[in-house]
């Protein structure tokens, strides 16, 4: 019988987990959407935020089948608008998940000592932070005329916890210290 804190654990990380797969499936859209704008640049950060939401359902998954959950998700539907807005979108969709979605979910998890949950919760969080400043970025550059939103770019994406930079910032990711040698390159 499992017990009622970690039933919320729980369905918290399934809400999660799912978030991150609707994000993931997004992006992807977004992101053919924006090469066919020729935004490449932006076309290059939803993929490299694709990327990190992946990682983040991986990560939100693993904790869940080792407390006897089933990672299960449903990829509800949605809109491809301009890359402009759909970067308006995903920047929205970071801020939720900043201000309201984790910051609860990790009250209830650190409440429960739930160290796992917590762990990647925090990590998704931490890198929905860098999502959130490289979209506003990207929405500035795209208002005020031609930027670095249409050649292609490179972003760095850590493995562990999908941290996003457009260059390397230390030796370690600043969110879990995981060797920067070790981040993934998208372009
Ligand atoms: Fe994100
Ligand atoms: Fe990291």
Not at 50 to 59: F, G, K, L, V
Request: aromatic residues 8%; charged residues 25%.
């Amino acid at each position: 019988m499992v017990a009622t804190e970690d039933e919320s654990a729980v369905s918290n990380l399934l809400a999660a987990y799912e978030g991150e797969l609707n994000a993931h499936a997004r992006y992807k859209a977004f992101a053919v959407k924006a090469e066919a704008e020729g935004m490449n640049g932006a076309a290059s950060l939803f993929r490299a935020a694709a990327r990190a939401e992946q990682i983040h359902a991986s990560n939100h998954a693993r904790v869940l089948r080792r407390m006897g959950g089933e990672a299960t998700a449903e990829i509800r539907p949605f809109r491809v608008k301009s890359t402009l807005e759909n970067l308006k979108t995903a920047l929205g969709g970071e801020q939720h998940e900043i201000d309201k979605l984790y910051p609860q979910f990790l009250i209830q998890a650190s409440s429960q000592l739930d160290t796992a949950a917590a762990r990647s919760f925090v990590w998704a969080m931490e890198a929905e932070k860098t999502h959130a400043r490289l979209y506003e970025d990207a929405v500035v550059a795209m208002e005020a005329g031609p930027g670095w939103t249409q050649e292609q770019l490179e972003f760095h994406v850590c493995t562990l916890c999908g941290y996003t930079a457009k260059n390397q910032e230390a030796d370690n990711c600043p969110a879990c210290n995981f060797v920067w040698d070790r981040f993934e390159r998208i372009r």
